[in-house]
């Protein structure tokens, strides 16, 4: 079982920066990949970004390129959402995910692919 821990939620005004933190209860060889999703009010849960094990390889969602950036410390069991120039339409409750995997380079971006989620921080972004 891995319980995972958000933090560094808030308001910020458009053009402003936040950083999210994910901290892993679990500190165990397995391997996990993990990912940030969002879900805005009357909307589905979408993935902003995910991560591989080895923390090599990434993806964004086309909507926050450019801006997110996904990393991790595995000393730490951690990962860290770094997002810049903010806009209104980035609000949302975001989410913490993690699964196990037997790949140290593979990331996946579907919530049903998650066995493992925080309980949300949210973000909102004012004009």
């Known amino acids: 079982q891995v319980h995972l821990v958000e933090s560094g939620g808030g308001s910020v005004q458009a053009g402003g920066s936040l950083r999210l933190s994910c901290a892993a209860s679990?500190?165990?060889?397995?391997?996990?990949?993990m990912a940030w999703f969002r879900q805005a009010p009357g909307k589905e849960r979408e993935v902003a970004a995910a991560?591989?094990?080895?923390?090599?390889?990434?993806e964004y969602a086309d909507s926050v390129g450019g801006r997110f950036t996904l990393s991790r410390d595995n000393t730490k069991a951690t990962v860290y959402l770094q997002m810049n120039s903010l806009k209104p339409e980035d609000t949302a409750a975001y989410y913490c995910?993690?699964?196990?995997?037997?790949?140290?380079?593979?990331?996946?971006?579907?919530?049903?692919?998650?066995?493992?989620w925080g309980q949300g921080t949210q973000v909102t972004v004012s004009p």
């Open positions: 995910a993690a699964r196990s995997t037997t790949s140290e380079n593979y990331y996946y971006t579907r919530p049903d692919q998650y066995e493992y």
């Open positions: 679990a500190r165990t060889a397995r391997k996990y990949a």
């Open positions: 991560i591989s094990w080895s923390g090599d390889n990434t």
